[in-house]
């Protein structure tokens, strides 16, 4: 799709023309009254909504357009959910299929031809390892629910409670989620380091960092008086999303998957984010060949809708009959929407697609961090991108990495919107810009995007620095870093 969209140069709020089709006339106050009573409705825990005060009434592809009559390029695609960008045609036919079938939408776990055949698709794309004998169990809607029920899954078969997981880890709201993510008031699991090279918690970084990190989690496993019993299971990402776009190194990922298979630990990768062909490959873990024992997955594998499954080595399935349930894990829309999506990536080689466009994009938002001294690093793969920003006048605690700069992150988002690009914040302080376009994005709208990105960052920082940046000049800056894999 050709990028043909305008972005006027003034904030959305001060904006007040609406397209009359699109203005609600019975309780007033147009696509601005929407928003008010939003933030007068809605819980305190709205978050999106609150950085991005726009309101969607069309979409296609990576563009979204706005109440407002603005239109955005979307790459925030539903949290990393749209491999395909919204209402592809694939996608909608799918559903339509469905719909004009009769066939029944709310099945709970009945056998349905829609059903076999999300299946079919699914399995064909796993490793083959694990699929040759896995079983799948579907879940509630969200990947949050197929995390709790890996977590299920695995203390069941193993009898053990324990569960050991990564700093910076998330993997979702729910109580078993939360606890095993990074975030965690209340820590029941045990925490092991997550390799990262810019913010390395041995402050070595590289090869040696995830050595490192490697080597605690085997002593923390082999001494009898660590505190820590052997545990149910090990839950990891591949690539670190909310954590802040950290890709782990697949020697790291091929040590984690030794360390467990040799004490009996079931290895659980979360790949709700990394699946689909986001990473660069159908599925992250087969950038570093580890065959999981569970998979959990959910996002893109429902098309745009929801669905969220595990799927897991066949000696696991231990579980009496209803042992896991949930009324909603019959979705037949999402899995028709899922199959679409699936089948369409696998044909037309968008894993591919993605490792390519992404690494091309990754270098050149690695040409800005030379240009902009607060850009800390650029790092990601394939079309899962952060740019984390950071404060480069003040201190690290170990006086070389300069610390995270959250209010600068936030006002490049609201640059980025502005321009009409959406753009997620992440990472641990919020500093992080993630990209995650649709895998369908061309040539032509990747260049719209990291223009738009460019002029946000360019602007963002002129706004927060008292004199304007010193170009780095011809010196190797230390945050142009490629993937760290
Ligand atoms: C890796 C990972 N796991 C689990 C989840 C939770 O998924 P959901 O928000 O659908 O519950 C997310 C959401 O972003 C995620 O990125």
Redesign the pocket.
């Known amino acids: 799709m050709a990028v043909t969209e305008s972005a006027p140069a003034v904030p959305p709020a001060a904006r007040t023309q609406s397209r009359p089709t699109d203005r609600p006339t019975d309780q007033g106050g147009g696509y601005e009254g929407i928003l008010r009573r939003q933030s007068q409705r809605e819980s305190a825990a709205r978050t999106y909504a609150r950085s991005l005060p726009i309101v969607p009434v069309r979409a296609r592809g990576l563009t979204i357009e706005g109440a407002d009559g603005r239109r955005y390029l979307d790459c925030l695609s539903g ?2 959910t749209l491999a395909l960008g919204h209402n592809h045609p694939v996608v909608l036919e799918a559903i339509r299929k469905v719909l004009d079938s009769g066939a029944p939408l709310h099945v709970l776990d009945l056998a349905t031809p829609v059903k076999d055949a999300f299946t079919s698709e699914l399995f064909a794309t796993l490793p083959g390892a694990l699929a040759d004998d896995a079983r799948i169990q579907f879940c509630g809607p ?6 709790e029920a890996a977590l299920k899954l695995v203390r069941t078969a193993t009898g053990r409670s324990g569960l050991l997981a990564f700093t910076g880890a ?5 109580a078993g ?1 939360l606890d095993a993510s990074g975030g965690a008031p209340d820590v029941r699991v045990t925490r092991l380091p997550y390799p990262q090279r810019y913010r390395c918690p041995f402050g070595v970084g590289g090869e040696r960092g995830a050595e490192l990190a490697a080597r605690w989690t085997e002593n923390l496993l082999d001494d009898p008086k660590s505190g820590v019993t052997t545990p149910a299971g090990m839950i990891v ?1 591949a690539v ?3 954590g802040g776009v950290i890709p782990a190194p697949d020697d790291w990922m091929r040590r984690m998957r030794r360390i467990t298979a040799d004490r009996s630990i079931p290895l659980v990768v ?5 699946g689909v062909g986001r990473t660069g490959a159908f599925w992250a873990v087969e950038h570093s060949g580890v065959v999981p024992d569970v998979m ?1 997955l ?2 893109a594998i429902g098309g745009s809708l ?1 669905l ?1 499954v595990i799927v897991y080595r066949s000696e696991l399935d231990v579980w009496e009959p209803g042992a896991h349930a949930g009324t909603f894990r019959g979705n037949q829309l999402a899995m028709a929407a899922g199959t679409a999506t699936l089948a369409y990536v696998r044909e037309n080689r968008l894993a591919e697609r993605a490792g390519t466009l992404g690494a091309g994009m990754l270098g050149r938002l690695q040409g800005l961090a030379s240009a902009h001294p607060c850009v800390g690093e650029v790092r990601g793969r394939g079309l899962m991108i952060g740019v984390e920003l950071v404060d480069p006048d003040a201190a690290g605690p170990d006086d070389s990495v300069p610390p995270p700069a959250p209010a600068l992150a936030l006002a490049v988002q609201q640059e980025c919107l502005v321009r009409g690009l959406i753009v997620e914040l992440g990472g641990r302080h919020s500093a992080v810009v993630r990209l995650l376009p649709p895998l369908t994005l061309t040539d032509e709208q990747a260049t719209a995007v990291l223009d738009r990105f460019a002029d946000a960052l360019a602007a963002a920082e002129r706004a927060h620095t008292p004199h304007p940046p010193a170009p780095r000049g011809a010196t190797t800056p230390r945050n142009a870093s490629g993937p760290s894999h």
């Open positions: 949290a990393g969200a990947g949050t629910d197929a995390v998330y993997h979702g709201m729910t989620a990402e670190q999303g909310e979360d790949e709700v984010q990394t959990v959910s996002k929801p969220a």
